[in-house]
Every structure is written in C-alpha cells, then in structure tokens.
C-alpha cells in the first residue's frame, strides 16, 4: 500500500487503461479490506461467519487483489509481447463493464449476509425477503461476464505474438522496456537511477548498439555476469550451461514427489522423489565448470576471470543462505523444546536421559568427520590433482557422520523412548530425524564430490563443489553439537 | 575505504532490527521462564523482579539504538560515506533504529502495564 501511494504521489498520473485498473483494485481492495477488519472482531464474525457477508468480503480481496491488477499487467506488459498494444478504447469499457459489475454483483450481497442469508446455498425459501438482492446482484455478474468477454475481443483483434514487439509505447523509465529480441538485451547495461530509460537518454540505442557488457559470448557458450550484491561491481563471468533435459525432468519429479505425498502414495513419491535427486545430480554436474587459464573482456576494457571460489562465488552465497534457512528451522525446533519445557509440563513427561558416554561418542564420530573434511581440505591445496587420500577422507566422512546419527538414536531406544510416548518423545525424535536427514544430503554431497574428483574435477582451483560441501558439513556439526547440548546437557542443568 | 564504509554501512543498517529481535526475545523469554518457573512474585526493593528485568533490557536496547543513529550521523560528513549508495544505507539505518525504537518500547509497555502472567 505504502509503495502504491509513493509512486503515485511521485508521479504524474497518465489516465490509460492500467491506471483505471490500478485504481480499480485500490477501490475494491481497500473495501475487501475494510471488511477483514470487521470480520476480525469476534462478536461480529460469530454473526457473519458463513452467511454471504463472508462471500462478498472474499470476492472483495480476490478480485481487487488478484484479478484487477492482473488485467493492469496484462494491457501495460502487452506491447511487450505484441506488435500491436491491447485499444485503449475497448480497454476502458472493459474496466468499467468489470468494475460496476463486480460492485453490482458483491455489494448487495453483504447486506444479504447481514439480513441471514447463508452462504453455500443455490436456493432459498420465497418468503426469507432476499430476492430483489440476489436478483441484482445476477445483473452484475451477466455484466462482469461482459467485462471479459470484451477483454478477450480486445486480445483477438490486438493481441499478435511471435512478430516484433511494439515497444516502449507507454513511454516507460524501467528496463523491461529496452529493446529485445529472442536473446533478451544485446548488452548488459550500466544504470544510475531507478528510471533508466528517463534519466539516460542513449541508454536503449547504446544497448542496442552492443556499446555496454557481453555484446557477445567471449567464452563462446552460455555465460552472464555477477556482480557485488550492493553497488553492482563486476566480480566474474559466470558459465552455464547449456539446454538439457535433466532440469525438465528434475521438476516433473519434484512435483510427482509432492503430489504423491499430498494424496498419500508414499512409495511411489518416494521413486519419484529418487529419480527428482538423479536429476538435480546430473544437472549439477556441468556446473563448476573446468577454469579457463585466461580472464575474458567482458566489454569497456573490463577483464574478469571466469572462475572464482570462496566467497565471491554466487553458489557459496547459495549455500550461506541454505545454511541460513535451516538454522531457522533448526531454531525453531530448539524454541519448540523449549516452549514445552516450559509451558507444557503436563504433556512434556521428560523421560530419563541415556548416559553420558552415548552423547560423547556421537559429539566423537562427529568431530572426526569434521576432521576428516578439514584434512581433505587440506589435501586439495596442492598444485597437482587431489591424490587418493582425499577420496578416501571424503568417504570415510559418510559413515562417520551418520554413525553419530545411529548412536544418538540408540542411546534414546536402549531406555525404551518412543516419538509417540509425549512431547517431549516426539521433540527428541525430531532433533533425530532432522540430524538424520542432513546426514543423508552430506553423504549424497560427499559421494558427488569423490565422483567428479574422479574425473578430474576437483582439484586446487576448481574447489567449489568441495566447498559448498565442507560449508554445509561444517554447519550440520555444529547442528549436531547444538542438537546434543539441548537434548542432553540443558536437562541436566536445570532440573 | 570505499568498502570499508560500505561494510560498515550494512552493519549499521541491520543493526536496528537485530536489536528488536533480540529485545523481543530475551523479554518474552524471561517472561515466559518467570511465569513457567514461578519467580515472578520476586520483587526487589518493593518492585517486581519483571518490571526490573523488562527496565533494564530495554534500557541497553534504547542505548545500542541511540549508538547506532550516532554513528550514522556523525558518519554523514566524511567523503566515503557520501556515495548514494553507502547514503542511502544511513538513512535506512536512521530509519530502521527509529521503526525498531517504537517497537522495543511498545513491547516493553506491555511487559511493565500488563500482569506477568495470567
């Protein structure tokens, strides 16, 4: 909201067709709004819930949120795609077939609501008095349909895909508007501003002319820049790889897997979700591409190398922002102990804990896998190819760390708990699981790792599969340790 | 020395709401552990050991905040920090400090007015 007002107040309003819509959802949403806050409050939810109060508050949020601005995106982006841009004339009517219809059809029904007609229903009794309403408000749907089916003339007779587009028409400051054919930009441009096209006059002829960076392909394959998160420095050129199939297949299976687990198939979304890792694996392997031994222009007498490791590689940030993620997660599991410790005595029943020599073996196995990651570390410095040893760390680390797992997990079963038995059980078993869990991704990442070691592509320079494996390695042990100290230590501390 | 001030910039600019999200946290977590594990009826020189606790957080709160906005400012002069960029971060660290000032102190004010526990 705070973001609409801005830009409009900044601005200078134009009265085209996606303003009318924009201002359209500002009117309806903030009514759809208005009545959220009525529902809120409980004395009046309890007379409204399931009457056609709720439905005219819904459609209010979901049209003016959803479907007006998507009628705004869809006649401001049009030229975009199109050699023709979408008629104002036809766009107009349109907004206001949709906007006195959608008011026609859902205003009435509020009052409906409040008079006890519920929802859910196709029919009513003649004598409950709500005819003349429901009668009014058939009007303005007929009248909504209209609004639509004006749209969709406007798209047969405008829209024309698949030819050259029709540019900036709107007179546009944003970079979406720069020409573009099947490659998107010709070159990469320098911008100053928030309104590029505005405040740099030459800005789309320079770009078009190939005058900024990578006019073209100076390692001759797929390749784009990164850059300094903040002030956009260029830092390298990052190569991709090409088209493959693996990605296609990686989704479809991802999605199979999910799926299967909503409608509760788990075998078959646990192949699927098999081969979705197969495929996430075989797409991963033309990533951390072989290092070129030259640095590239990349256009304005800039030079940057085509490899880099450590924290300026974009997939070392990838994995902070992972390790970020799950150090959420694993907090709020650690706030979950903590509030039933605290607030649940009745249903927290701790049970007595393994003794100490289960938790020192695990936090053991541990640190020797963490070692065994170091040491492999150490072994990749070298000039030469890693030799044999740091294949044998690498493998030596898997069963290590999920050995602490196994043990962890014995220590809680040789007292007999069970994730069923209480809160506190079923904490514990998390702290478990989610260990468990993280150990299976390392051991999938180790295996990776000594397989592209293999084929030579891991060695002192090429090091950022090895990286982002030992980041993430360094983070489930601390996890590991984190996950025994509260388990194990915390209870004995303060009971 | 660009990025130096830059880095310090991005300090500053996180600052502010780090320090509402642990204010928020040590409170309702003493609050929380004087209710579940009865000490809340403690009380020092007549005052509940709560509202001393809720007092004397949000004390060394309101101080990081007041040594962040400091900073920004007294930072404003120096040539580094008058790239739009690093410019920019000031100000949303000012900002930043001052949304995360009404938030400490409205949390605090229900820890002080509201019972501990119910």
């Known amino acids: ?495 | 020395m660009a990025a130096q001030s830059l880095r310090l910039s991005t300090f500053l600019f996180a600052g502010g709401l780090f320090t509402w999200a642990i204010h928020f946290t040590v409170l309702y977590g003493f609050n929380a552990l004087a209710c579940g594990r009865r000490f809340s009826e403690v009380s020092l020189a007549g005052v509940s050991i709560v509202v001393i606790a809720t007092l004397a957080i949000t004390f060394l709160a309101v101080l990081l905040l007041a040594c962040i906005v400091i900073i920004a400012f007294a930072k404003m002069n120096s040539p580094a920090y008058r790239a739009p960029t690093i410019a920019f971060l000031r100000y949303v660290s000012i900002g930043g400090a001052g949304l995360s000032f009404v938030a400490i102190v409205f949390s605090a004010t229900a820890g002080l007015m509201l019972p501990a526990c119910l």
């Open chain 1, 1 to 495: 909201m705070f973001a609409w007002i801005v830009t409009i107040a900044r601005g200078r309003l134009q009265m085209r067709t996606p303003t009318y819509f924009i201002l359209g959802l500002l009117f309806i949403f903030t009514l759809g709004g208005l009545t959220g806050v009525m529902v809120a409050m409980a004395p009046f939810d309890w007379q409204a819930h399931d009457t056609h109060f709720i439905v005219a508050h819904l459609h209010y949020v979901l049209i003016g949120g959803m479907v007006f601005p998507m009628f705004a995106a869809f006649y401001y982006w049009a030229p975009n795609a199109s050699s023709r841009p979408l008629s104002e004339r036809l766009g107009k009517s349109a907004f206001w077939l949709l906007f006195i219809g959608v008011n026609v059809t859902f205003f009435p029904l509020h009052i409906l609501g409040l008079m006890g007609m519920p929802r859910r229903v196709y029919t009513y009794p003649a004598e409950m008095g709500w005819e003349n309403l429901n009668l009014l408000a058939t009007v303005g749907a007929y009248m909504t349909g209209l609004g639509v089916l004006v749209v969709l003339v406007d798209l047969a007779l405008n829209f024309r895909p698949f030819k050259e587009d029709a540019g900036n028409v709107w007179n546009a400051g944003t970079l979406e508007w720069l020409p573009s054919g099947d490659y998107q930009t010709r070159s990469i441009p320098i911008i100053t501003s928030r309104e590029p096209l505005w405040d740099q006059p030459r800005l789309a002829s320079d770009v078009e002319s190939g005058r900024y960076f990578l006019p073209g392909a100076p390692t001759g394959g797929r390749e784009t820049l990164v850059t300094s998160p903040i002030e956009a420095t260029p830092q390298y050129l990052l190569r991709i790889p090409g088209p493959s199939f693996a990605t296609v297949f990686s989704a479809f299976f991802t999605a199979a897997f999910f799926i299967g687990l909503t409608i509760q198939l788990y075998v078959p979304a646990f192949i699927c979700g098999f081969l979705a890792i197969c495929g996430v694996l075989v797409w991963m392997w033309d990533t951390d591409p072989e290092p070129l031994n030259q640095p590239v222009e990349i256009g304005r007498g800039i030079v940057l190398p085509t490899y880099v490791s450590g924290p300026t590689n974009h997939s070392w940030w990838g994995m902070i922002i992972l390790i970020l993620v799950a150090g959420v997660l694993f907090t709020c599991l650690v706030f979950s102990y903590l509030y039933l410790w605290l607030v649940r005595p009745e249903t927290w029943a701790r049970a007595p804990l393994p003794d100490l020599y289960w938790p020192l073996a695990t936090a053991a196995l541990y640190l020797a896998s963490f070692c065994c990651l170091w040491g492999a570390g150490r072994l990749l410095r070298g000039p030469s190819g890693p030799r044999w040893t740091f294949k044998i760390l690498l493998l030596l680390a898997i069963p290590l760390v999920i050995g602490a797992g196994f043990l962890e997990l014995q220590g809680q079963r040789t007292l007999g708990l069970a994730p069923a038995d209480s809160a506190y059980g079923a904490t514990v078993y998390t702290f478990l699981s989610l260990n468990g869990f993280f150990s299976a991704v390392l051991a999938i990442m180790s295996l990776f790792t000594v397989a592209k070691s293999f084929v030579g592509r891991v060695n002192a320079v090429q090091r950022v599969t090895f990286d982002n494996t030992r980041l993430l390695w360094n983070y489930a042990i601390a996890q590991g340790f984190a996950s025994l100290a509260i388990v194990h230590i915390f209870p004995r501390i303060v009971s």
